[in-house]
């Protein structure tokens, strides 16, 4: 079995930066995908970014430029770097991580094999 862990949220300012982590534990394999992802209270859970087994990145259009996405030297944990945070990133943040799609970044929770339980991001203006 394999447990994801979010961490890193918490209240901030407008502004600043924040570092979100998802650390991974159990049966680790060398290579696998992650997809960052968050939501809203009453909205749907919105795709951000992802990394595949392989290291690429990809980024929803809207946060490319304020969000970046890491990996460990040691595959197990995976960062988001989100940089002059605005109200609107005010959202609980999720990573989801998948063994059986190593290289696939897919931008639906609903395809990926483990979950964490979400990060509270909360930017104050």
């Known amino acids: 079995q394999v447990h994801l862990v979010e961490s890193g949220g918490g209240l901030v300012q407008a502004g600043s930066s924040l570092r979100l982590s998802c650390a991974a534990s159990?049966?680790?394999?060398?290579?696998?995908?992650v997809g960052w992802f968050r939501q809203a209270p009453g909205k749907e859970r919105e795709f951000v970014g992802g990394?595949?087994?392989?290291?690429?990145?990809y980024y929803t259009g809207s946060v490319k430029d304020r969000f970046n996405i890491s990996r460990d030297n040691a595959k197990t944990t995976v960062y988001l770097d989100i940089s002059s945070l605005k109200a609107e990133d005010t959202d609980a943040y999720y990573c989801?991580?998948?063994?059986?799609?190593?290289?696939?970044?897919?931008?639906?929770?609903?395809?990926?094999?483990?979950w964490g339980h979400g990060t509270q991001g909360t930017v104050s203006s």
């Open positions: 989801e991580a998948s063994w059986s799609q190593r290289d696939y970044v897919a931008e639906l929770g609903g395809e990926y094999d483990f």
């Open positions: 159990g049966r680790i394999v060398d290579s696998y995908a």
């Open positions: 990394i595949s087994g392989t290291g690429t990145t």
